[in-house]
Every structure is written in C-alpha cells, then in structure tokens.
C-alpha cells in the first residue's frame, strides 16, 4: 500500500510539474489574444478609473512605490504564493480545487490569484451566483478578464491596482482607509504586525470587520503570519513574536 502511495504521489508531482511548465507559455499565448478590443478598455481604463473615485470621494490613493513591504508580502503569501511565477492564472491551485470540488461541491474552496481577483473587482463580477451554470459563466468571464489584466499590467501594477481598490470591511476600500478605520492611524505610521493584520482582512472583510479584536479576526492573523514564514517572508522566531503582540492597544 506504501508503494502504492508514494507511486501516486510522484505521479501526481509529475502532472504538476508539467502543468507549471507549459501552463504559462499558454496563457501568455491566450493573453495576447485576448487582449484587445472593448475587453482590453475595460482593463487599460480601470486605473484612471479608480483614481478618479478616490479622488471625487477624499479618499487616499497609494502608488506602489509608497506600499508597505509588509503589505505587499503579507497579501501575495496569503492570497497567491505563487504571484511572481504564475501568468494569471495557477494551474497548481486551479487542480487543487478541481479534486476538492469534486468531492465537495458545496464549499467554495477558493484559489483565485491576485490577479484573477483584481479581474473580478474590474468587472465587477458578483461571488456565488444563484445557478451553477451563471456561477460558471462568471468564473470563466473572470479567467478571460485575468489573462488580459496580466497581459496588460505589470506585477507591481496588479498589487497596487488590488491594494487600493480591494474591500477591507468596516466601509473602508484601500489599505490607506483600513489603516485608519481599523487601527486610526495613517498607513506609514502602522506597526509591522498591524500592516500584517491588515492583509488577512480581504478574504472576509465584512466578517472580520465586525469583530476586529475577535478570535476569527486574530487567527486570521496568525495564520498570515504562518504562511509568511512558509514563505520565507518571516522567521519562526519572529512571526512567534508578532502574534503575541498587542495590535490594538486602543479598542477598535
């Protein structure tokens, strides 16, 4: 039976590595051909877009330059590990969810990239449609949408573009506006642990943002934490230190 195991498991290794190694190549290829046309606009105008909205609304716009590395590692460990490797789209993730869904099909099991993510603010693609086969045309609208968001912008671009314009609960869109409506401070003036905090808040903002001193808030934390040392982002030491850390020492 072991043999057996570690026969499907190198197998399964295999498929996988395979899929890394040809899946970009291809997506490249779809992005260049989908990007253009009314689908392209939509894409290329959303920057100037978002700022616009910021900017009629009072609201802090911050370019990428100015973003936090803390903010930048703890989104991509926690969101999309493999962001600086992947062209929109995981295979790896996208395999995962498949064979969990297959035995699930009642649980939203995740795996969107960043970049997928920020295809679906752009659109404004609604979560959980009611019908499996509208679910299904969105999910696919969204794939389409994110080859040509990583055809057209840059690694740098798509984190800023999902830093800003991403909902962090608490009625506060952008990381500017969660830094002062979670922590009442401006974001260069956050700790390193509430920056941390901060980027574990997207998954589910409305829910977290109800309780943010909360147990689910905070094991959201930690687990931010956990997987930045997975990453190689943070030591053991130090990521065990940042968890026991008072992160508001003012209530929320």
């Avoid at 498991?9 to 291809?26: E, K, S």
């Avoid at 969107?112 to 609208?141: C, D, H």
Wanted: hydrophobic content about 40%.
């Amino acid at each position: 039976m072991s043999r057996k195991i570690m026969r499907g498991a190198l197998l399964g290794a295999v498929i996988l590595a395979l899929c890394a190694l040809f899946f970009n190549p291809i997506m490249a290829l779809a992005g260049d051909v989908f990007a253009h046309g009314q689908a392209q606009r939509i894409v290329t105008e959303y920057p100037a877009r978002l700022q616009a909205s910021f900017t009629r609304q009072g609201l802090q716009y911050v370019p990428y330059t100015e973003l936090p590395v803390c903010a930048q590692e703890g989104i991509v460990s926690v969101e999309d590990k493999r962001f600086y490797q992947d062209r929109g789209i995981d295979p790896i993730a996208l395999i995962r969810v498949s064979l969990t869904s297959f035995r699930n099909d009642h649980v939203d099991h995740g795996g969107s990239t960043l970049t997928q993510q920020l295809a679906r603010e752009i659109i404004e693609e609604p979560r959980g449609s009611s019908g499996a086969l509208s679910n299904a045309l969105g999910v696919l609208r969204v794939l389409y949408y994110a080859l040509i968001v990583d055809h057209d912008f840059s690694k740098p671009q798509i984190l800023e573009l999902y830093l800003n314009g991403t909902y962090f609960g608490r009625g506060a869109y952008g990381i500017a506006q969660a830094a002062r409506a979670y922590f009442h401070t401006n974001l260069e003036n956050l700790t390193f642990g509430q920056c941390v905090y901060l980027t574990g808040l997207p998954q589910a903002p409305s829910y977290f943002g109800a309780h943010p001193d909360g147990t689910s808030a905070l094991a959201r934390y930690r687990h931010v934490l956990g997987t930045m040392v997975r990453n190689h982002y943070l030591s053991t030491t130090t990521a065990a230190a940042l968890g026991k850390a008072d992160l508001f020492p003012v209530a929320p």
